[in-house]
């Protein structure tokens, strides 16, 4: 829900704030599409007045909401509100991508409504009517595949999926499940059983708790090197943080810093998993902002508040974004340099690792240190690059119009108009 307002705020302030250059994506979006229902009320005031040649800009859509019969607040307090729409908006050039956030929403939301219909139908034995509402569902389906597929194709790519769920801490819950069910199921029968079933019952139950102990302590082990192989202290949590910033300030370096920063480089976990959601968005070409950065990593489970994620990415400088993605990968890198040495240390302590063994071992974390090695040189190398700006990122193209006045011309200057034609031409 706090994601979806934010989304909204977004779109309205995008358009309230740049009118006459974003004011044809409120053709995309319908007043029913906003969660909070004020947003909707904006959102149709703006239509009325766009519908009627006016742009929708905040003293006119402010006056037009005073018209709302169904609006009650007071003049100085859609004031107000109108501003922090404005103010919630990042880029008005990014009003399209956060129209597409809306609409992604309210087809969820549509469709959940249609599935509740039909579970609801079928719940009370009304199979027709379910039936029925199975037919509806289909319909709104075909609605919402229509106006997805209207959205332009950089706007509807599919990001990666986000990772599988921990497996083993899956494991472990229906481990522990399974001990608590049987562990009631044996205080149910403890008088109605012979000694002998009910210490065989006991031994499996210990059994399964040991087992799962063990599985417990294998994963925090490796969730323990994993961490390990993070930078750690202030000033590594310091430099992640900054180039997440700069590079929220310039979304087009992102392709070139790619190559070499990656998540496991930053100090916090959680500021991994936003540069790589920053990183996917630009691969795809949607555009790059503390709401689309939210709204991603709201999707693939990061736990963070967009608030936090406004506060991380906020007051970034653009100029600065490589040199502060290189101080960050210098962090990471140490890190990933030093538990490669503490592996191969472990492997070569262990009298179970014949030479075979350490070797190949030893190989693999070196080649490890080498690609980190090459990576280092190739940031080192880096300079901030300033290619074309992102289509996302540009403001809704308007119609081009000509104002010079059309001239009639002479029969002696053939030749320049000739001229004239094959420039306009190209």
Not at 97 to 115: E, K, N, P, R, S
Not at 186 to 208: F, K, P, S, Y
Not at 304 to 311: G, H, K, L, R
Request: proline share 7%; aromatic share 2%; hydrophobic share 40%.
């Amino acid at each position: 829900m706090q994601r979806s307002v934010r989304a909204e705020q977004a779109l309205l302030g995008a358009v309230l704030s740049d009118p006459a250059g974003q004011q044809r994506v409120l053709d995309w979006v319908r007043p029913g599409d906003m969660r909070r229902p004020y947003h909707g009320q904006v959102l149709a005031a703006m239509q009325r007045l766009r519908g009627g040649g006016v742009l929708p800009g905040p003293h006119e859509v402010r006056r037009e909401l005073g018209n709302d019969p169904d609006l009650r607040a007071e003049a100085s307090d859609r004031v107000v509100y109108l501003a922090e729409l404005m103010e919630r908006s990042p880029r008005d050039g990014h009003a399209l991508a956060y129209a597409a956030l809306v609409i992604d929403q309210a087809v969820h939301d549509q469709m959940h409504l249609a599935g509740s219909r039909m579970a609801q139908a079928a719940g009370s034995g009304n199979l027709d009517g379910a039936f029925v509402q199975a037919r509806r569902a289909r319909q709104e389906l075909a609605a919402a595949r229509a106006r997805w597929e209207k959205l332009p194709q950089h706007l509807r790519r599919d990001l990666p999926a986000p990772g599988p769920r921990d497996q083993a801490g899956a494991e472990i819950a229906r481990r522990a499940k399974a001990v608590r069910d049987e562990l009631a199921r044996l205080r149910d029968d403890v008088w109605a059983t012979g000694g002998g079933e009910i210490q065989d019952r006991l031994a499996g139950i210990a059994q399964e708790i040991a087992e799962t102990a063990a599985l417990s302590a294998d994963r925090a082990a490796r969730r323990d090197a994993a961490a390990e192989a993070r930078p750690a202290g202030r000033e590594a949590a310091a430099a992640g943080a900054q180039a997440l910033r700069d590079l929220a300030a310039a979304p087009q370096q992102l392709a070139g810093v790619n190559g070499w920063l990656q998540p496991a480089h930053f100090a916090s976990r959680e500021h991994g998993e936003l540069y790589r959601v920053m990183r996917d968005l630009h691969a795809a070409g949607k555009p790059v902002d503390a709401v689309t950065v939210s709204w991603e990593a709201g999707r693939r489970g990061v736990v963070m508040t967009p608030q936090q994620i406004d506060a991380v990415l906020a007051g970034g400088v653009a100029a600065a974004a490589v040199p502060s993605a290189r101080a960050a990968h210098e962090h990471g890198a140490r890190a990933q340099v030093a538990q490669a040495g503490r592996d191969i240390q472990a492997q070569a302590t262990d009298p179970a690792s014949s030479p075979p063994i350490l070797l190949r071992a030893a190989d693999k974390r070196l080649c490890q240190v080498e690609r980190e090695h090459a990576a280092v040189r190739a940031a080192r190398l880096s300079v901030s690059a300033q290619p074309p700006p992102d289509r996302a990122a540009e403001p809704l193209p308007a119609q081009r119009t000509d104002p010079r006045p059309a001239s009639p011309g002479r029969a002696g200057d053939r030749p320049a108009q000739a001229r004239h034609q094959e420039a306009e031409a190209r």
